[in-house]
């Protein structure tokens, strides 16, 4: 059965460094989403992909983040510099279109020390 | 003030017992109400995902009610099983989608 594939699993970090995570989407899947979620939180939208375009990225702190889907098929996001409160599970998502069910990754669990 | 909130926060059964958990939400307009389960460290997976016309769905042990005009849902889970320990997530989807908290479920033998 087709995945969504996100690496890496965790990530360990440093306050003010760099840091990518990467999502690849289920074969064919025009949509893909970057999600934050907090613990015992439900996940939060950080952007939005049709193909390669940003649908909607109003959630995204873009002093910090920045997303990239260049050839509309897998999706790099970066945060730099991290700060402690970007520390939670980073996931990916991905869809045939825009209004159908959501197929996610496993996720990237981000601590910054 | 989320749109979507879902009721218990927490809630503990014990195995082969049967517990409801509850959604409502203010999302305007309304196109669609899902249900997820999160393992813990791992990403959602749908349950079921119902529109404006359907008021129950189900999968497997899992039933899922919408009632569109009070704007409620419940997921109700029957004969539960260990490993239906997860948070159960509601997600309706207008004019965006909006997540609520979930509800963190453990079933315990």
């Known amino acids: 059965e087709a995945e969504v594939a996100q690496s890496p699993r965790y990530k360990i970090t440093e306050k003010s460094q760099a840091v990518a995570f990467w999502c690849d989407p289920i074969?064919?899947?025009?949509?893909l989403y970057w999600y934050r979620q907090i613990l015992g939180q439900g996940p939060e939208l950080l952007v939005q992909f049709q193909d390669e375009s940003v649908v909607d990225d109003s959630q995204l702190p873009k002093d910090r983040f920045s997303a990239e889907r260049l050839k509309g098929v897998d999706s790099t996001l970066k945060i730099q510099p991290a700060e402690l409160g970007d520390s939670a599970m980073y996931l990916c998502a991905s869809s045939p279109g825009t209004a159908g069910i959501q197929y996610f990754g496993a996720g990237t669990r981000l601590s910054v020390l | 003030k989320n749109q979507v909130e879902q009721s218990p926060q927490s809630l503990i059964i014990l195995e082969g017992k049967n517990c409801t958990l509850q959604?409502?939400?203010?999302?305007?307009?309304?196109?669609?109400l899902r249900w997820y389960k999160q393992d813990t460290g791992r990403g959602p997976v749908s349950l079921t995902i119902?529109?404006?016309?359907?008021n129950t769905k189900s999968n497997g042990r899992y039933t899922a009610t919408l009632d569109a005009d009070t704007k409620q849902s419940s997921l109700h889970i029957t004969a539960s099983q260990l490993s239906d320990s997860a948070s159960y997530i509601c997600v309706v989807s207008g004019a965006d989608m909006r997540f609520g908290a979930g509800t963190r479920l453990t079933v315990k033998p």
């Open positions: 074969s064919g899947h025009a949509t």
């Open positions: 959604c409502n939400y203010t999302v305007s307009p309304f196109s669609n």
């Open positions: 119902m529109t404006f016309s359907e």
